[in-house]
C-alpha cells in the first residue's frame, strides 16, 4: 500500500523490486510462525487450551511453508485522490496477490488479499462504476513463474472510467495460456459475473448453470476459498468439503485451493463418501441400478427399518425393582409410547432411546408420588435395568444398515411389505438377489447399494454435517445421491455446479428445480453464466449445433475468445488421420487430448505409439498427449483435442444420452479442435 498516484509513473524495474520486498516479507512470515511454534509448546495455558493453541500455531506455520511457488501478487490498485469517489481509499494504492503479506502484522499490508473487501474493485471496476479506481494494474509473468522477480515480463494499465472494453494484452493472454498438469485458479482473471457469485454470503446456498468454458468449477473453487477467509471461523468449526464425479477430476482440481493459501480441504467423489473403507464388490445391471438411485427407494428403505419397530401386540408390561418398591409400565402405555415416538419420526436411534426416556419418566412419576428422592444416578439406573432394555429390544430392536438391507433384497415379503403401492412386481424382482448371501455380513454389496446403506445409516442417527460443500458435476447426481449431500448440509449451505446439457447417467437432471429439491434447498439461487473464456468461439458455435437435440432446456454458449482453430476431417482411415492431427498438434505448445470411444481407445494408443508418440492415461495430468475414453472427459481440459469418430461415441449409449457425451468431449478443446470421422456426423453440419 503506498500513496497516491505513483502508479503510472512506476517502471518494470520498481515493480520487481516491490516484489522482491514482498519476498523478504514472505520470509520473515515463515520464521516468525516458526518461532511462534516454539513459543506456544512452552505457553503457560491449560492443557486443552495448550492443545488448540498449538494445533494453531503448528497450522499456521504449515500452510506457510506449503504455499506452492508463484508470484506473489498479480495486480495493483490505485484510487483517486477524490475522497468523494474512493472514500477511505482516496490517495492509495494496493497490491493484489493470492495472500496477505505484511512486514508486520500491525502494519499495513504489502500485499492485499484478493479475497478482502477492497480488493472486490480489481474485479468490479468499470465505466458504469470505476469505484474510485483511477487505475487498475495487470502484471505479466513468464509462463510457470515460480516467483522470481526477474520472472515479472510485464504490466499493463487500465483506467476503469474510460474503458470500453475489459481487459488488455496481458488478461486475454493469461486467459487463453496453454495448459499441461492440474488445473490453475483463476484469481487474476475472475470476470464481473464471477466475482459476484464467489463473494455470496456463507448462508446463501448458489446452484450455477454454466455452460463450458464459462469458469463454473473455477467459481466454486473460488467461492470455497472466499467463503474460507470472510467466514473462518464458522467454516473451519463445521469443515468444508468438494465433492467431484471422479478421483481423476478430484486431482485435476487439487492444485487450485493450496494455490490460494487454502489447505487440508477435504476431496471427494459421493461414493468414497458413502462407500469409506468398502470397496464395492457387486455390480448391478441396468434396471436394478435405475431402481437404486430412483427417490422412491427412500419410502422403501424408511418402511423397511421401521417395520422392525412394533407397537402392536404388546402382552406384558415392564416391571423394574430399585432399592424401595417394584415399577410397572402397562401394556397399554408401553403400546401408547412407542407408536407416539414412531409417528414423531426421529432418527431411528434417537427414537430408541426416547422411548426408554419415556418409560423412564412414566416411572419416575410414579416414584415422586411415593416420595421417592430422584436423582440422576437413580434415572440412569432405572433406564439400564434389564426389563427395560429387554422390551426395547423387542419392540424397538437395534439394527445395522446392511442387516435391513440384506433383508429387503433377500426375502420377497419383506419387500413387498415394504414396496407396496410404491414399486411394482417386476421391479420388485429387479432388486431381489438371485443368490442370497449366507448372512449381511458376508453380503457384497454394489455401488448403488452404498447409497442406499448411507440412506438407511441417515435414518438411523444424523452423519456428520459440513458448513459449506461444493458440489461440481451435479448435473449427473441421482436423487439418491442428492439425498447424501443434503444429509451433510443440513445446517450448512451449498454451491452446485453444473451443465444439464452435459448430463450422462442414466439418472441425469433435466432441471435444476427438482435436484435442488432433493439436495435439500428448494430455495437456492440459480445463475447462469453462458460467456465463455476458454473455449474458442468455433469450438462453441459447433457444440451449439447440439443443443437441440440433448432433451435439456439450456441457453446457448457464446464465447468472447474469436481465436483458436476447429477443423473437421472427414476420411477413410480414422486412425492414420488420428495419426496425422496428433503429430500436427505436437508443432504447437500446449497439452493434447484423444477422445474416442472406449471400444477403440486401445486401437488408437496402439497406433500413436507405433508412430513413436508417448501417450499416457488421463490420470497422468503433466502428458503432453494423453488417450482417454469420451467416458472419463469430463471436467478435464486440453489446449488441443482430436475426438475420434463422433459417431462411434454417440452411438455408444442409448438416446441423447450418446449426444450429450459427444457435447462434453467437443468441448474439451480449449485452442484447437479436430474432428475426424469416416462415418456420417451425428449433429446438423450447420447451426440451426
Same mark, same amino acid.
Given at each position: 500500500?503506498?500513496t497516491?498516484?505513483?502508479?503510472a509513473?512506476? %517502471?518494470?524495474?520498481d515493480?520487481r523490486?516491490y516484489h522482491?520486498?514482498c519476498r523478504a516479507a514472505?520470509?520473515a512470515?515463515r ?8 513459543i506456544?509448546?512452552?505457553a503457560s495455558?491449560? #492443557?486443552?487450551d ?5 494445533y494453531e500455531?503448528?497450522?499456521q506455520?504449515?500452510?506457510?511453508h506449503e504455499l506452492?511457488p #508463484?508470484?506473489?501478487?498479480?495486480g ?9 469517489r474512493a472514500g477511505?481509499?482516496?490517495?492509495q494504492h494496493?497490491?493484489i496477490?493470492?495472500m ?13 488479499d ?8 480489481f474485479y468490479?471496476?468499470g465505466p ?7 487505475i487498475?494494474?495487470r502484471f505479466?509473468w ?12 510485464g504490466?499493463e494499465d ?6 470500453t472494453?475489459r481487459?488488455?494484452?496481458i488478461l486475454? #493472454?493469461?486467459?487463453?495460456r ?5 488445473m490453475?485458479?483463476?484469481?487474476a482473471t475472475i470476470q ?12 446463501v ?5 454454466g ?5 463454473k468449477?473455477?467459481v466454486?473453487l ?8 470472510t467466514y473462518a471461523?464458522q ?5 468444508l468439503?468438494v ?10 482440481i487439487?492444485?487450485?485451493l493450496?494455490?490460494?493459501g487454502e489447505?487440508?480441504v477435504r476431496q471427494s ?8 473403507e468398502?470397496?464395492a ?7 436394478a441400478?435405475a431402481?437404486?438411485?430412483?427417490v ?5 428403505l424408511?418402511?423397511a ?5 412394533s407397537?402392536? #401386540?404388546?402382552?406384558?408390561g ?12 402397562p401394556?397399554a ?11 414423531e419420526r ?11 426416556s419415556?418409560i423412564?419418566?412414566?416411572?419416575q412419576?410414579?416414584?415422586?408420588r411415593?416420595?421417592?428422592?430422584i436423582?440422576a444416578a ?5 433406564g439400564?435395568?434389564r426389563?427395560i ?5 423387542a ?7 446392511a ?11 419383506v ?7 410404491i ?11 438371485a ?9 457384497k ?6 447409497v442406499?446403506?448411507?440412506?438407511l ?10 458448513g459449506h ?19 451433510r448440509?443440513?445446517?450448512?449451505s ?5 451443465d444439464l ?11 435444476w428445480?427438482?435436484?435442488?429439491a432433493?439436495?435439500g434447498?428448494?430455495?437456492a439461487?440459480?445463475?447462469?453464466l ?6 474458442p ?6 457444440a451449439n449445433?447440439?443443443l ?5 432446456d439450456?441457453p446457448a454458449a ?7 482453430a ?9 486412425l492414420?488421420?488420428t495419426?496425422?492431427a496428433v503429430?500436427?498438434a505436437l508443432s504447437?505448445e500446449? %497439452?493434447?487430448g484423444?477422445?474416442a470411444?472406449?471400444a477403440d ?21 503433466a502428458?503432453?498427449v494423453?488417450?482417454?475414453p469420451?467416458?472419463?472427459a469430463?471436467g478435464l ?7 475420434v ?5 454417440t ?12 457435447y ?14 469416416s462415418r456420417?456426423?451425428p449433429?446438423p453440419?450447420k447451426a440451426?
Amino acid at each position: 500500500m503506498g500513496t497516491a498516484h505513483t502508479l503510472a509513473a512506476t %517502471s518494470l524495474a520498481d515493480e520487481r523490486r516491490y516484489h522482491e520486498t514482498c519476498r523478504a516479507a514472505l520470509d520473515a512470515m515463515r520464521a516468525g510462525a516458526d518461532r511462534q511454534v516454539v513459543i506456544g509448546e512452552h505457553a503457560s495455558a491449560s #492443557g486443552a487450551d495448550a492443545e488448540v493453541l498449538g494445533y494453531e500455531l503448528r497450522s499456521q506455520a504449515k500452510d506457510l511453508h506449503e504455499l506452492p511457488p #508463484g508470484p506473489l501478487f498479480f495486480g495493483r490498485l490505485d484510487f483517486a485522490d477524490d475522497a468523494g469517489r474512493a472514500g477511505d481509499h482516496a490517495g492509495q494504492h494496493y497490491h493484489i496477490g493470492r495472500m496477505r503479506i505484511t512486514e508486520d502484522p500491525s502494519a499495513p499490508p504489502l500485499v492485499v488479499d484478493w479475497r478482502a473487501p477492497v480488493s472486490r474493485a480489481f474485479y468490479q471496476a468499470g465505466p458504469e462504476d470505476p469505484q474510485g479506481v483511477e487505475i487498475r494494474r495487470r502484471f505479466g509473468w513468464a509462463p510457470g513463474a515460480t516467483g522470481d522477480s526477474g520472472e515479472l515480463t510485464g504490466l499493463e494499465d487500465e483506467r476503469p472510467a474510460a474503458e470500453t472494453t475489459r481487459g488488455g494484452r496481458i488478461l486475454t #493472454g493469461e486467459i487463453e495460456r496453454p495448459r499441461t498438469g492440474p488445473m490453475r485458479d483463476i484469481a487474476a482473471t475472475i470476470q464481473p459475473d464471477q466475482d459476484d457469485l464467489v463473494r455470496r454470503e456463507l448462508g446463501v446456498s448458489v446452484c450455477v448453470q454454466g455452460a463450458p468454458g464459462t469458469g463454473k468449477t473455477a467459481v466454486g473453487l473460488h467461492r470455497a476459498a472466499y467463503l474460507l477467509y470472510t467466514y473462518a471461523r464458522q467454516i473451519r468449526r463445521g469443515g468444508l468439503l468438494v465433492l467431484g464425479p471422479n478421483r481423476t477430476f478430484l486431482s485435476y482440481i487439487s492444485a487450485v485451493l493450496p494455490a490460494l493459501g487454502e489447505t487440508g480441504v477435504r476431496q471427494s467423489t459421493v461414493g468414497e463418501l458413502v462407500a469409506g473403507e468398502r470397496q464395492a464388490g457387486a455390480e448391478d445391471g441396468a434396471a436394478a441400478a435405475a431402481l437404486k438411485h430412483d427417490v422412491r427407494m427412500a419410502e422403501v428403505l424408511r418402511r423397511a427399518l421401521y417395520a422392525r419397530v412394533s407397537a402392536d #401386540g404388546i402382552s406384558e408390561g415392564v416391571a423394574v425393582r430399585d432399592d424401595s418398591a417394584w415399577w410397572r409400565v402397562p401394556p397399554a402405555e408401553l403400546a401408547e409410547i412407542v407408536a407416539g415416538v414412531r409417528d414423531e419420526r426421529p432418527p431411528y436411534a434417537i427414537g430408541r432411546e426416547r422411548v426408554r426416556s419415556r418409560i423412564v419418566d412414566r416411572i419416575q412419576r410414579q416414584a415422586e408420588r411415593r416420595a421417592v428422592t430422584i436423582t440422576a444416578a437413580w434415572a440412569q439406573r432405572v433406564g439400564r435395568a434389564r426389563p427395560i432394555g429387554a422390551f426395547l429390544d423387542a419392540a424397538w430392536p437395534k439394527v445395522k444398515p446392511a442387516e435391513v438391507l440384506a433383508a429387503l433384497f433377500t426375502d420377497a415379503g419383506v419387500l413387498a411389505r415394504a414396496a407396496h403401492g410404491i414399486l411394482d412386481a417386476g421391479e420388485q424382482r429387479a432388486l431381489l438377489w438371485a443368490k442370497p448371501p449366507r448372512s449381511f455380513t458376508s453380503a457384497k454389496w454394489s455401488a448403488a447399494d452404498h447409497v442406499l446403506l448411507d440412506e438407511l445409516s441417515g435414518l438411523l442417527d444424523r452423519p456428520e454435517g459440513y458448513g459449506h460443500i461444493v458440489v461440481d458435476e451435479a448435473q449427473d447426481l441421482s436423487p439418491m445421491e442428492a439425498r447424501v449431500i443434503a444429509r451433510r448440509a443440513e445446517f450448512g449451505s451449498l454451491t452446485v455446479l453444473g451443465d444439464l446439457a452435459q448430463g450422462t447417467t442414466p439418472w441425469a437432471a433435466r432441471d435444476w428445480p427438482s435436484l435442488l429439491a432433493h439436495l435439500g434447498r428448494p430455495d437456492a439461487e440459480i445463475a447462469t453464466l453462458t460467456t465463455g473464456f476458454r473455449v474458442p468461439a468455433a469450438v462453441v458455435d459447433l457444440a451449439n449445433r447440439l443443443l437441440g437435440h440433448l432433451d435439456v432446456d439450456v441457453p446457448a454458449a457464446r464465447s468472447l475468445r474469436q481465436d483458436g482453430a476447429l477443423r473437421i476431417l472427414p476420411t477413410p482411415d480414422v486412425l492414420a488421420a488420428t495419426r496425422d492431427a496428433v503429430r500436427q498438434a505436437l508443432s504447437s505448445e500446449g %497439452s493434447i487430448g484423444v477422445v474416442a470411444a472406449a471400444a477403440d481407445v486401445d486401437r488408437v494408443r496402439a497406433v500413436l505409439e507405433e508412430a513413436g508418440i508417448v501417450t499416457a492415461g488421463p490420470d497422468d495430468l503433466a502428458a503432453r498427449v494423453t488417450v482417454l475414453p469420451a467416458t472419463a472427459a469430463k471436467g478435464l481440459e486440453y489446449d488441443h483435442v482430436v475426438a475420434v469418430e463422433p459417431a462411434a461415441i454417440t452411438g455408444a449409449e442409448d438416446g441423447p444420452t450418446g449426444l450429450r457425451r459427444l457435447y462434453v468431449v467437443l468441448t474439451r478443446a480449449v485452442s484447437r479442435l479436430d474432428v475426424v470421422h469416416s462415418r456420417p456426423l451425428p449433429f446438423p453440419a450447420k447451426a440451426g
